[in-house]
């Protein structure tokens, strides 16, 4: 897939997080607080689960340096998503975002889309805003906000280190169809939290 078929393809995934009713996949509530809250709060929602593990992947899949630099960039990009969700801040579309992000990066992963890294890095950058906000905003009243962000983090690096460990499988014919294979379940994942199914 050439760079402008990258941009055209993003741009209409960006067009449906504006006129797509969102899904409902965060309710707020049982997650518990503090750092044990923040941690088990990616690993128990399969949309979240499903786009920290696609980063890892497609960071194998672009290869050096791009594997340490999506992970890399998608937490700390997530937690000033998060920051804008404990403050307040307005952001459209959170949980179609988060479908979204599924969908695209799983895309990504299928087509074997090699953007420049800059992009890569935007486009993963992007789709993290959803995520951090979507914790800042379940943050529990009685949590540590330090302690529930540093749980997420961690848990969402565990995240990427498994997409990177499964991703590694590229070096080898079959491993890069398992690799390919997994990019299309994560976008069926993100369809099905985009259209309620999830």
Partial sequence: MTLRATIVFIAIALVFVGMHSPAVAHSGN???AGFIGGFTHPILGWDHVAAMVAVGLWGTFL???AIWILPVVFPLVMALGAVAGIVGIPVLA????IALSAVVLGMMI???VKPPLWLAAVIVGVFAIFHGYAHG???PATASAFAYALGFVVSTGLLHLLGIAFGILVKWPAGRIAVRGAGGLISLVGIAFLTGLG
């Fill in 110 to 112: 299928v087509f074997a």
């Fill in 94 to 97: 959170v949980e179609t975002g």
């Fill in 63 to 65: 290869g050096t340096p």
């Fill in 30 to 32: 049982g997650y518990g």
């Fill in 137 to 139: 905003t379940e943050l």
